[in-house]
């Protein structure tokens, strides 16, 4: 396993989560990190990415000002804080690095990691 995502759950609408992508076989640092989401039914949605500099973009508007996101080279990890969930942010989250920039191009990815699962409740 290259990428792995975790720290998903089910928490109440209003709440937080903070999510986890940790790179094994690699070293994440010279990598954009993009975090993507899938509802059930839905298509793939890219939500925010950081740059290797920790400069966030963000894909998904809906989320600005609510998911933060950082990383932390010497762990090979990237942390997705989210918070005031709403239950539109249900979905599965998973994490994907291309190197250098990044991107919101899922197939283009170098890696792409497993999800896990974010449930919001009303």
């Known amino acids: 396993v290259q990428l792995q995502a975790s720290g998903g759950g089910l928490v109440q609408a209003g709440g937080s989560l903070t999510l986890s992508c940790a790179a094994s076989?690699?070293?994440?640092?010279?990598?954009?990190i993009t975090w993507f989401r899938q509802a059930p039914g839905k298509e793939r949605e890219s939500v925010i990415c950081?740059?290797?500099?920790?400069?966030?973009?963000?894909?998904?508007?809906?989320?600005?000002g609510r998911f933060t996101i950082s990383r932390d080279n010497a762990k090979n990890t990237v942390t997705l804080q989210m918070n005031s969930l709403k239950p539109e942010d249900t979905a599965v989250y998973s994490c994907a690095a291309r190197r250098y920039l990044c991107s919101r191009d899922y197939i283009g990815m170098k890696y792409r990691g497993r999800g896990t699962q974010v449930t919001v409740s009303s």
């Open positions: 076989e690699f070293a994440l640092g010279g990598y954009g």
């Open positions: 950081i740059q290797t500099t920790g400069g966030p973009v963000y894909y998904a508007d809906s989320v600005n």
